[in-house]
């Protein structure tokens, strides 16, 4: 307690000092529009006081979202976005960046990071035409399901949050080492609990999981798909059905947001539905600074089960 009224003063000036110093830095909290929720959570995970909107959550296909009111809102008032790039989001986010008008994020300005420029890209194509469906020609953009990738998209990310707001620079680069040393304790602990899946054999619709089925060692034998992101047909499912029955596959895989009926029937005629699953490609909560590594605690539990469990 102040001892003289010279000293409750100045306790009072100080304290209105720090309130005043606090309310200032939650006005200039840094605002991060993500393009996709693994991408918030990540954020979070990095710089837990940022304010981040993701633009896409689990139920949606990133390739095809509405430029809303919203959306162009956020971005606008963006310090950062964080995307996957690799021609995903080619469809909406110019769009976004452009009725935006926000310099800060516009491709190659400092606040626009894209998590393809950071890995190694697979499956590099030809640019298709308007009937060749979702050609990637940069590789395959469904990256965020390869723990390797998600650590080189952290250490690039830590790095530009502190290029954005170097007054936190210290302490991005010191959440980033912290972020790393745990996550290559669950990297560890799944590589032996997906031991089983080695070799194993899916048949899957599209590419979304072609960077997990390699970490894991594990092999696509079809795809639903007759090309990238145009829906199955009975021709071509009647062909996919051929591949199954040679080469009894252990999943018929889709993801969340796509129609499985596909994937029930291939599974039905193989004579056991429960083969047919459908797996999340991205985090729950976009909010959830441990949303990665609960996404992959779940992508490897329904794997094992489909495989009939860790043995």
């Known amino acids: 307690m102040p001892r003289t009224v010279s000293e409750a003063r100045h306790l009072t000036r100080w304290l ?57 809102a956020a971005l606008r008032r963006a310090d950062l976005a964080v995307c996957t790039g690799a021609e995903l989001e080619a469809g909406w986010l110019p769009v976004l960046q452009q009725r935006a008008g926000n310099p800060k994020v516009l491709d190659r300005a400092g606040g626009m990071f894209f998590a393809s420029d950071h890995v190694a890209l697979i499956d590099a194509r030809a640019p298709g035409g308007p009937f060749d469906g979702d050609v990637h020609a940069a590789g395959n953009p469904h990256f965020q399901v390869d723990p390797d990738r998600v650590l080189e998209v952290a250490r690039g990310l830590a790095e530009t949050l502190a ?72 021709g071509h499912l009647n062909a996919v059905l051929k591949v199954a029955q040679r080469e009894r596959p252990m999943a018929v895989v889709a993801t ?12 039905a005629q193989l004579g056991n539905e429960a083969m047919a699953i459908a797996l999340p490609t991205t985090v729950d909560d976009a909010q959830d600074p441990q949303g990665l590594v609960r996404l992959f605690d779940d992508l490897f539990k329904q794997l094992l089960n489909a495989n009939g469990g860790t043995r």
């Not at 939650?26 to 918030?40: K, M, Y």
């Open 16 to 72: 209105i000092t720090c309130a005043w110093l606090a309310c200032a830095g939650s006005a200039h909290a840094l605002n991060v529009f993500a393009c996709e929720p693994e991408w918030a959570s990540l954020v979070k995970a990095l710089a837990p006081q940022a304010q981040v909107v993701s633009a896409t959550h689990q139920r949606q296909d990133p390739h095809h979202i509405e430029a809303r009111p919203s959306l162009i």
């Open 163 to 234: 290029q954005v707001d170097p007054t936190g620079a210290g302490a991005y680069h010191q959440r980033a080492q912290a972020f790393e040393r745990d996550w290559l304790t669950h990297v560890q602990r799944w590589r032996a609990q997906t031991s089983p899946l080695r070799g194993q054999r899916v048949i899957a619709q599209h590419s979304s999981f072609a960077y997990l089925w390699r970490w894991l060692g594990m092999v696509q034998s079809a795809d639903l798909e007759p090309k990238p992101g145009l829906p199955p047909t009975p």
């Open 256 to 267: 969340r947001y796509q129609d499985a009926r596909s994937a029930h029937w291939l599974a």
